[in-house]
């Protein structure tokens, strides 16, 4: 058993984001702790459900599920892993990544919003994804329907290059519709998963991954969001990893802006209105 066989069976059966198995991975290595779980060192409640879970594959039948969805297994190892990813509480166990891996450590911006933008919500999120790939930077986001696919189609018009981080599997189109989008991002940049191919997204995982949006980025921009919104919470995963927040202020009649309202209100981001404004405040504090 090789690390990478440890990690892909770990990845197989434990749920992103849990800060114990985290813990157990950081205090014992991949290869022990399967080989703990495999032994029943846990209780019923914590161990069971994933001993089970490891067993309905092997190892080298899932690191072909890999190959054959055009992917590669990324590993904290590896040369091409982000650093950035472990200043998180619960750092993946491993990445399922389709397309050009060294850009997850290149600089990046991430941009996220509502999934229902206004126009000037769609042409923001476009024109600062512009700007900033002008400036070599690299956008991030998560794929879904408005501002995030506003950001990534800015990054690509604009010939640079974006990540779209999924809370699927990288063989999954979900949105049906952003297919096209998701081919022509991992021309360039990449499809990143923490989960294994063919994986659907259930709604926990789309607030999971967040967290790996806000690390793989220097700074989070949010377009438009409501005042409850899964955006607000990737500016809160960014603000608890130290890195700069953004927001843009929008009409205060409009639901859609709420959510940047209400960070900026709160002090928990700095309010821009162009490019420059931007990349000047995440110059200032790097």
């Not at 058993?1 to 157990?24: D, K, T």
């Not at 055009?70 to 091409?80: E, G, H, I, V, Y």
């Not at 989070?220 to 130290?242: H, K, Q, Y």
Request: aromatic share 6%; hydrophobic share 45%; proline share 5%.
């Amino acid at each position: 058993m090789n690390e990478a066989q440890a990690r892909v069976l770990l990845l197989s059966a434990i749920e992103p984001g849990s800060g114990f198995w985290s813990a157990q991975l950081a205090e014992f290595g991949a290869i022990e702790l399967l080989d703990r779980l495999m032994r029943g060192s846990y209780s019923a409640n914590k161990g069971e459900v994933i001993s089970k879970a490891i067993k309905k594959y092997s190892a080298d039948e899932l690191l072909e599920k890999i190959t054959q969805a055009n992917a590669k297994l990324l590993l904290p190892s590896d040369t091409d892993w982000p650093i950035a990813l472990n200043d998180l509480a619960a750092p993946p166990i491993a990445l399922v990544v389709k397309g050009n891996t060294e850009s997850l450590g290149q600089a990046s911006l991430s941009i996220v919003g509502t999934r229902n933008p206004t126009n000037y919500g769609v042409r923001v999120a476009e024109d600062f994804a512009a700007g900033f790939v002008d400036r070599e930077w690299n956008i991030v986001s998560g794929g879904a329907y408005g501002i995030d696919s506003a950001a990534h189609k800015g990054a690509l018009i604009a010939e640079g290059c974006t990540i779209a981080v999924l809370a699927t599997g990288v063989d999954i189109n979900y949105p049906a519709g952003n297919a096209r989008l998701f081919a022509e991002i991992q021309e360039n940049g990449a499809l990143v998963s923490e989960v294994m191919p063919g994986v659907t997204g259930y709604p926990n995982r789309f607030l999971t991954r967040n967290r790996i949006i806000a690390a793989l980025s220097r700074a989070t921009l949010v377009v438009e969001a409501a005042f409850r919104s899964g955006s607000l919470r990737t500016a809160r995963d960014a603000a608890e990893l130290m890195r700069p927040v953004m927001a843009i202020p929008g009409p205060i009649s409009s639901p859609t802006s709420e959510g940047c309202h209400r960070l900026i209100g709160e002090r928990s981001a700095e309010i821009v209105t162009s490019v420059a404004d931007a990349v000047e405040f995440v110059s200032s504090i790097q």
